[in-house]
T-cell receptor
């Protein structure tokens, strides 16, 4: 079974531009989460989607948005890029078969998209 | 905000030695997971331990969880140069969210 794939792998943008990153989860996985990793802040949760609905959102400005399609593929968009948005953006998918009470499943991460904002 | 705090921040050992990394967290959890990351790449899931478990093994990995102290440890036995990576603990809470809260990680270097 193919793992989580993310495209593009590397991206260079300039301040003020916008960017769209894509994530394809493992086949059959319905939950997709996004994380930002920087040397200063570490790994921080951006948002989580399940069945095309955003279920949870981290503490990021509105410039960060995302969506999920009916095939569970997800995209995240960052508008009006700032230098501080330079980071590794990681996507993770999970099966999410359990009920809400039982908590999270193991999450499988993609290789990430490294974004550099100049 | 970071939930888990790994200790030490960096660890350098010789091949064949054991490596122990610790993680502390602040709030009640559903489970705690350990991940490995090689050189800025994606995270690889190592092991998940639920809040009602105290110890779990997977190959050369041994994880313990002490919910009374809000801490966990990851032991890698008979380390190899290929174990060189950053190791992160991540906590998951009850409530149906897949959100993981990560610590800042321990950078492990295994010297051949």
């Amino acid at each position: 079974k193919a793992g989580v794939t993310q495209t593009p792998r590397y991206l260079i943008k300039t301040r003020g531009q916008q960017v769209t990153l894509s994530c394809s989860p493992i086949s059959g996985h319905r939950s997709v989460s996004w994380y930002q990793q920087t040397p200063g802040q570490g790994l921080q949760f951006l948002f989580e989607y399940f069945s095309e609905t955003q279920r949870n959102k981290g503490n990021f400005p509105g410039r960060f948005s995302g969506r999920q399609f009916s095939n569970s593929r997800s995209e995240m968009n960052v508008s009006t890029l700032e230098l501080g948005d330079s980071a590794l953006y990681l996507c993770a998918s999970s099966l999410l078969m359990r009920t809400a009470l039982l908590g999270t499943e193991t999450q499988y991460f993609g290789p990430g998209t490294r974004l550099l904002v100049l | 905000s970071q939930q888990g705090e790994e200790d030490p921040q960096a660890l350098s050992i010789q091949e064949g030695e054991n490596a122990t990394m610790n993680c502390s967290y602040k709030t009640s959890i559903n489970n705690l997971q350990w991940y490995r990351q090689n050189s800025g790449r994606g995270l690889v899931h190592l092991i998940l331990i639920r809040s009602n478990e105290r110890e779990k093994h997977s190959g050369r990995l041994r994880v313990t969880l002490d919910t009374s102290k809000k801490s966990s440890s990851l032991l890698i036995t008979a380390s190899r140069a290929a174990d060189t990576a950053s190791y992160f603990c991540a906590t998951a809470r009850f409530g149906g969210s897949e959100k993981l809260v990560f610590g800042k990680g321990t950078k492990l270097t295994v010297n051949p």
